[in-house]
């Protein structure tokens, strides 16, 4: 019966933005000082103090807008939202309400309803046994945090899986990381993930009643934090039971969900326009800065070796993950000749990929240190010039990874390699169809086999003759040649 219930997904993020200073006010930007050493009368709300926007803050804003896409508002207003808490001692924070930065834009699949600026609250630390009245336990409050520019990022609900949900997420946090604008750091909480859960009856167009999960700080805890979420809507619906609108905890340590409250309205916050800011007008010359400073972005990345390289989407999905590796990916392309695309000769990119994600990655792995494709452990050219051996089968794929192998770990030239190893491939075609015809002698029943129709024996065969020429035999051409001899 689960099966029926469809699962929406629509998620908030906030990004810390990696300015010098503050949203309002010109205190420097820390994460891991000493607290409260970032403060001033602005951000600890003196009486009489006023905001003055932070102009980077608002070009940095202006970039992730434009990277989703997004229509940028010619002036957007920046709206008090009142609530009381301790880390925040205005008592209300600037945000944006009705007329926001951004509107209306896509990353990959999903439509981003909005992208807003704002400031951080200070961080609260919980100490000791703070629930209770006479216990040992306190909250402290750090202000260095308190200002910091804030880009909040909303979904529309068009995420379908718990699964979906993480791997937006993570191209979301790729992207904005390639803008150089935050560190995205999810445990350092310069990205943070709302994930807004409910389900409702596969085909149906209406949306059921959302659940908020708060803060998850790792792409992991929001895959298990939102599947936990579903399971428990499917079983309380399946038992007849009704979802209440809340915001919840998701422990991670034990799976389970805590409510925190039962959700606020827009109209508890009391929003009204910020009386002390005008209208967030950014100039031509801004605009024209964000969009040309705009690097070509994963998403985009992706489709171009999808559409234009030939990649499968798997591959394409991993290459364009990281810009240096993408570079390096093209590169080792253009020197195998490969940069003309699928069908029009050369070494297919496709081709050069499956090194790369394959061969490579795993050889890379192996030796356990983060590979830096800046400034790789194999030159793409090194590389291309092994994958060009072996497509030319100037040796074998066996021989082509023993010599990925050694470039790994003694750097070289792969040429040079193969001379000195003896890989070459058997091309002298009287000599490997001696090799295979003794080899065929050697095993008589395999050659039965094979003749009766078990094509499946042939390996046997073909075992023999790569353990003779040590693996520098071409795999297609020996088995043509032990069909040919044995009169197939
Ligand atoms: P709220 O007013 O409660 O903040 P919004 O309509 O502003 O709700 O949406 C906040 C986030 O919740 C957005 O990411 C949106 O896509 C998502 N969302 C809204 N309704 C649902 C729903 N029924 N199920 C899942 N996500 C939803
Ligand atoms: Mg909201
Ligand atoms: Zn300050």
Not at 71 to 99: G, L, M, T, V
Not at 274 to 298: F, H, Q
Request: charged share 25%.
């Amino acid at each position: 019966m689960s099966s029926e219930l469809e699962a929406v997904i629509g998620l908030e993020i906030h990004v810390q933005l990696s300015t010098r200073t503050k949203m309002f006010c010109g205190c420097e930007l820390s994460f891991g000082d000493e607290p409260n050493v970032h403060t001033c009368p602005v951000c600890l709300a003196h009486p009489g103090v006023l905001p003055v926007p932070n102009e980077e803050a608002i070009r940095y804003a202006l970039k992730i807008g434009m990277a989703l896409e997004c229509e940028i508002a010619p002036r957007s207003i920046f709206h008090r939202k009142n609530y009381f808490y301790p880390d925040n001692p205005k008592a209300y924070q600037i945000s944006q309400y009705d007329i926001p930065l951004a509107v209306d834009g896509r990353l990959g699949d999903i439509r981003i309803h909005r992208a807003h600026l704002e400031e951080d609250a200070a961080k609260m630390i919980h100490v000791g046994d703070s629930g209770r009245i006479h216990g040992s336990g306190a909250s402290l409050v750090d202000f260095n945090r308190g200002g910091t520019p804030l880009v909040e990022v909303v979904t529309e609900p068009d995420l379908r899986s718990a699964a979906e949900a993480a791997e937006w997420a993570r191209l979301l946090r790729e992207t904005v990381r390639q803008l150089d604008v935050s560190d995205v750091n999810m445990e350092e909480g310069s990205l943070r993930v709302d994930a807004n859960v409910s389900v409702r009856p596969s085909g149906s167009e209406e949306l059921g009643t959302k659940t908020e999960l708060k803060n998850m700080n790792s792409f992991r805890f929001l895959e298990r934090g939102v599947e936990a979420e579903l399971q428990r809507q499917r079983e309380l619906i399946e038992a007849g039971g009704t979802v209440e609108q809340e915001t919840l905890h998701f422990d991670p340590s034990d799976g389970t969900l805590t409510s925190l409250r039962s959700k606020e309205e827009a109209h508890d916050y009391r929003y009204f326009p910020e009386p002390d800011l005008v209208p967030l007008a950014p100039t031509e010359e801004m605009l024209r800065e964000a969009r040309e400073s705009l690097p070509e972005l994963p998403a985009a990345r992706i489709e171009r070796y999808e559409e234009q390289m030939g990649l499968e989407a798997e591959p394409a999905k991993f290459l364009a993950s990281d810009p240096g590796l993408g570079g390096y990916f093209e590169e080792a392309c253009r020197v195998a000749g490969a940069e003309v695309g699928p069908g029009g000769g050369g070494v297919e990119p496709r081709v050069v990929a499956n090194w790369i994600t394959g061969d490579l990655t795993a050889t890379l792995r192996q030796r356990g240190d983060e590979e830096d494709f800046a400034d790789p452990t194999v030159s793409a050219e090194d590389l291309a010039a092994l994958v060009l051996m072996v497509t030319e089968k100037k040796i074998s794929h066996g021989s082509g990874k023993a010599v990925l192998a050694a470039l790994v770990v003694e750097g070289g030239d792969p040429a040079a390699i193969v001379e000195r190893e003896g890989l070459a491939q058997i091309s002298d075609a009287g000599e490997l169809e001696s090799i295979v015809a003794a080899a065929v002698e050697a095993n008589p029943e395999a050659a039965e086999q094979i003749k009766a129709g078990n094509q499946k024996a042939i390996g046997a065969i073909v075992g023999a003759v790569m353990k003779e020429t040590k693996g520098r035999a071409d795999g297609g051409e020996v088995n043509r040649l032990i069909l040919e001899q044995l009169g197939d």
